[in-house]
C-alpha cells in the first residue's frame, strides 16, 4: 500500500497523509491541510478519494476538510467524541475499527492524553504491525502537549499501554515535524545521548534535501525522554537516582518542563 507524508509548509510544521489503494486507486487522506498540494498527488495517481480521516478536532488537522469533504465518497471520519467540532464530520470511528485497502488492514486505535478524541491510524498486514499514524500522540523524540483539552495523565497511560505494546520495527508518522526542538529537549536532559546527537546531525543534512527522518518505534525509544523514564540522567534531573517516584511523576515532570523549553 502505498502511503505518501507530505510536509505541508504550514505555521506549525504539519504533514498530511494519503493512504492509496493501487488496483481501485482510492485514497483516505489524513488530517489535510495543503489542499493543492493533495490535488497535485491526486492527478499525478489518478485517484479518487474515498474519505478524509482526522486524528483529532484541533484546526490545524482539519484545514482542508472545507474544501475536500465535498469529494470524499465516503465523508470525513473522526472519533465520536469530535464529531461535533471537526469540520464535516459524517462517521464515528471506534476504537479497534478495521477497514481493508490495498491488501492491509487499517486499524483505528483510540489513543487520548493530547485530546479525549485522539485516533492513532495503524497499518498492518495479518499481524504484521507496519506503521501508525500518530496525530500529536507522538512526535519524533517527543509527545503532544495537553493543554488544549488534553490530560497528560491520560496521555502517560496511552504512551504505557498501548505504544510500549507495539514492535520498535514499527514506522512512526507523526502531524508534525518538531523533532529538531524535541531532539534539543533530550539533549538537555541527557547531553550524552548518543543517539539523539547523531540524529540532530542527520535532520539537519536531510532538511537541506527538503527531507525529513523516517523513524521508527525501536529509535524512538532511544530518542525520545519520555520512552525511557528510568533513564539514570532523567532520574538525576529530577534527584530520584534510588528510583523512589513512579514512571508516571517523571512523565509528568517531563511534560511540564517540555512545556516551557
Known amino acids: 500500500m502505498p502511503i ?9 510544521r504539519n504533514f498530511q497523509y494519503i493512504i492509496w489503494d493501487r488496483l481501485s486507486k482510492e485514497a483516505i487522506c489524513v488530517d489535510p491541510y495543503d489542499v493543492d498540494l493533495i490535488h ?18 484541533h ?4 484545514h482542508g476538510n472545507e474544501l475536500l469533504a465535498p469529494l470524499a465518497k465516503e465523508g470525513v471520519w473522526t472519533h465520536a467524541l469530535a464529531l461535533q467540532t471537526v469540520p464535516h464530520a459524517s462517521r464515528a470511528i471506534i476504537h479497534q475499527e478495521r477497514i481493508q485497502l490495498d491488501g492491509m488492514i487499517l486499524e483505528f486505535i483510540h489513543t487520548p492524553g493530547h485530546t479525549p478524541s485522539s485516533i492513532t491510524l495503524l497499518g498492518r498486514i495479518e ?43 514499527t514506522k512512526v508518522y507523526p502531524g508534525h515535524d518538531y523533532l529538531e526542538n524535541n531532539i534539543k529537549f533530550t539533549l538537555s536532559i541527557m547531553p550524552q545521548n548518543q543517539a539523539a546527537i547523531d540524529i540532530l546531525y542527520e535532520y539537519k543534512e536531510l532538511s537541506k534535501r527538503g527531507e525529513y527522518l523516517q523513524s521508527n518505534l525501536g529509535l524512538e525509544r532511544k530518542l525520545s525522554t519520555f520512552f ?9 534531573k529530577f534527584n530520584d537516582s534510588n528510583l523512589r517516584r513512579t514512571e508516571k511523576e517523571i512523565f509528568l515532570e517531563l511534560r511540564k518542563l517540555r512545556d516551557t523549553f
Do not use: M, W
Not at 497535485?40 to 478536532?57: C, D, Q, R, V, W
Not at 525511557?228 to 538525576?236: F, M, S, W, Y
Open 127 to 169: 499481524k504484521e504491525i507496519l506503521f501508525l499514524i500518530t496525530g500529536d500522540t507522538i512526535f519524533n523524540a517527543g509527545v503532544g502537549n495537553c493543554y488544549r483539552g488534553g490530560d497528560p495523565s491520560i496521555l502517560y497511560e496511552t504512551i504505557a499501554k498501548i505504544y510500549n505494546t507495539f514492535p520498535g520495527s
Open 59 to 62: 484546526k490545524d488537522h482539519t
Open 228 to 236: 525511557q523514564l528510568n533513564h539514570p540522567d532523567i532520574r538525576k
Open 4 to 12: 505518501i507524508q507530505q510536509f505541508t509548509n504550514s505555521p506549525l
Open 40 to 57: 497535485s498527488t491526486f492527478e499525478k495517481n489518478n485517484l479518487t478519494l474515498k474519505a478524509i480521516f482526522n486524528t483529532h478536532e
